[in-house]
């Protein structure tokens, strides 16, 4: 199933690090267990991989692009020890109340990496742990929308009425809710190992 999905487009808080509270310190940057085996090996399968990311706490002023950037740079040297490289990372600086079009769930990002990277929607889907992911995977049109149970993910599975106990991921059907996504997982771990074997 592998080979369906070309292009992974990953969020970053809560799905490939750990979710801190409006994250500004470096130091605070922390890979979720798994992850970034599990991206390795969607590299191995000739997967390219995507970051997109709102990151609002520029926007309202609680932390500046420099130290975006320099938590950006960390996890970037995280991946990399790890046999890690991403295509690409897209990103949203704006609150809210900029009234952009790039804020996920709206589909700016996904349209500047498809311009630059020449992306095609069937064959890219988008892991997050949140409504706005799996939202953003629909406004864009992709293939397939993964919510994981890591970071907001069980919060965002609750208010969806799913379960967040299982140990592997789980495909569901999304014409049974509009905010349902096509697969659950307990970690992006758990995503790789079902796509793999699927
Ligand atoms: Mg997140
Ligand atoms: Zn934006």
Not at 15 to 20: D, G
Not at 134 to 158: D, E, P, W
Not at 175 to 187: E, F, N, R, V, W
């Amino acid at each position: 199933m592998l080979e369906n999905y070309h292009n992974i487009l990953l969020d970053r808080d809560g799905t490939v690090i750990e979710e801190r509270h409006y994250l500004a310190d470096p130091d605070q940057v922390q890979l979720i267990p798994g992850a970034a085996s599990a991206m390795r090996a969607l590299i191995r399968a000739g997967c390219q991989l995507f970051l997109v990311t709102n990151q609002s706490g520029i926007g309202r002023g609680y932390f500046s692009r420099a130290q975006y950037d320099a938590v950006e740079h960390r996890m970037l040297h995280l991946l990399r020890n790890e046999g890690v490289e991403l295509m690409a990372t897209a990103m949203c600086p704006h609150a809210p109340s900029d009234a952009c079009g790039c804020r996920k769930p709206l589909p700016g990002l996904w349209e500047k990496l498809q311009a630059t990277h020449g992306l095609d929607p069937n064959r890219s889907i988008m892991v997050g742990d949140k409504t706005a992911d799996i939202r953003f995977a629909r406004s864009a049109g992709l293939k397939a929308a993964v919510l994981v149970l890591t970071g907001h993910g069980r919060q965002t599975a609750k208010s969806l009425n799913l379960p967040i106990s299982q140990t592997r991921a789980l495909a569901l059907d999304r014409s049974k809710g509009a905010d349902l996504p096509d697969i659950l997982a307990p970690d992006l771990a758990a995503v790789v190992d079902m796509l793999a074997t699927h």
